[in-house]
């Protein structure tokens, strides 16, 4: 059985990866394109106070090179 993804908003992930060093390249619509120094991209889309999807969850980690674990940790700080 899969581990259960905690359920974080929009603005909540955005935060998250602002801590793991990304940064607002552009936004296109609703959509917020955030970049960091490798040139690693991750795409968020904010829909002010919605809770991300899990599989949502899951494809930003993957983009961002997180575990879920790690991604946990990140929450209970």
């Known amino acids: 059985m899969s ?5 974080v908003t929009a603005n909540e992930m955005i935060k998250i990866v602002e801590k793991l060093g ?5 936004q296109s619509g609703s959509h917020k394109i955030f970049k960091n120094n490798d040139g690693k991209r991750v ?5 002010s ?3 991300l999807h899990p599989k949502i969850i ?6 961002v ?3 879920v674990d790690e991604f946990k940790k990140i929450i209970k700080r």
């Open 58 to 63: 899951k494809s930003i980690l993957v983009d």
């Open 3 to 7: 581990e259960k993804l905690p359920r």
């Open 65 to 67: 090179g997180i575990s």
């Open 49 to 51: 106070g919605k809770i």
């Open 22 to 26: 990304f940064h607002l390249s552009r």
């Open 43 to 47: 795409t968020i889309a904010y829909h």
